[in-house]
T-cell receptor
Framework: EDQVTQSPEALRLQEGESSSLNCSYTVSGLRGLFWYRQDPGKGPEFLFT???AGEEKEKERLKATLTKKESFLHITAPKPEDSATYLCAVPLGGITGRRALTFGSGTRLQVQP | ETGVTQSPTHLIKTRGQQVTLRCSSQSGHNTVSWYQQALGQGPQFIFQ???????GRGNFPPRFSGLQFPNYSSELNVNALELDDSALYLC?????????????FGPGTRLTVL
């Protein structure tokens, strides 16, 4: 069964303390892995897509990497405004552009000043 | 470029009632997906609409139904509401011909069932 698991469930960092979030997946035939950021009570905001092992994407203090079994979201020198829930998702089956996404439960990140 | 919009923002209903949630897709997008997100969980896929037809469905009962209109906007209808239907309902749009699976989400509708 296709699954996406995120760890840790929650992470508290001091401002400037770098760390990584993990997303492991068991999907037959990966067709991309997506990272989203979600603020409380809001919809997920798209961050990155990764398609192949070894691929990396960066945006400000965030860098996403992908291996054959997992993805990492590295946060370098985080600021309080980086506090949010970070979700990863993979598309399942079907036709490109019309695939449902299955999500992990997310990592709640809190960055304290 | 207009993003995904949803209405209403919040809604309170009682058990057994029916509810309709609305979504306007991002400009140029022709595919709409609906997700249910319980507190502390990731979004769960309900169904997807492409060219006004249901294109796929998650593990949700038939009392969850939907529509897509010619302008690609969409509705989610839930009949016979249950307490467990309380959640954030998210609409996401995408472009089927893009060759990519990224979906872009609206702000959500918070449904509370009492």
């Amino acid at each position: 069964e296709d699954q996406v698991t995120q760890s840790p469930e929650a992470l508290r960092l001091q401002e400037g303390e770098s760390s990584s979030l993990n997303c492991s997946y068991t999907v037959s035939g990966l067709r991309g892995l997506f990272w989203y950021r979600q603020d409380p009570g809001k919809g997920p905001e798209f961050l990155f897509t990764l398609y192949s092992a070894g691929e990396e994407k960066e945006k400000e203090r965030l860098k996403a990497t992908l291996t054959k079994k997992e993805s990492f979201l590295h946060i370098t020198a985080p600021k309080p405004e980086d506090s949010a829930t970070y979700l990863c998702a993979v598309p399942l089956g079907g036709i490109t552009g019309r695939r449902a996404l299955t999500f992990g439960s997310g990592t709640r990140l809190q960055v304290q000043p | 470029e207009t993003g995904v919009t949803q209405s209403p923002t919040h809604l309170i209903k009682t058990r057994g009632q029916q509810v309709t949630l609305r979504c306007s897709s991002q400009s140029g997008h022709n595919t709409v997906s609906w997700y249910q997100q319980a507190l502390g969980q990731g979004p769960q896929f309900i169904f997807q609409y492409y060219r006004e037809e249901e294109n796929g469905r998650g593990n949700f009962p038939p009392r969850f139904s939907g529509l897509q209109f010619p302008n690609y906007s969409s509705e989610l209808n839930v009949n016979a509401l249950e307490l467990d239907d309380s959640a954030l309902y998210l609409c996401a749009s995408s472009l089927a011909a893009s060759g990519r699976d990224e979906q872009f989400f609206g702000p959500g509708t918070r449904l509370t069932v009492l």
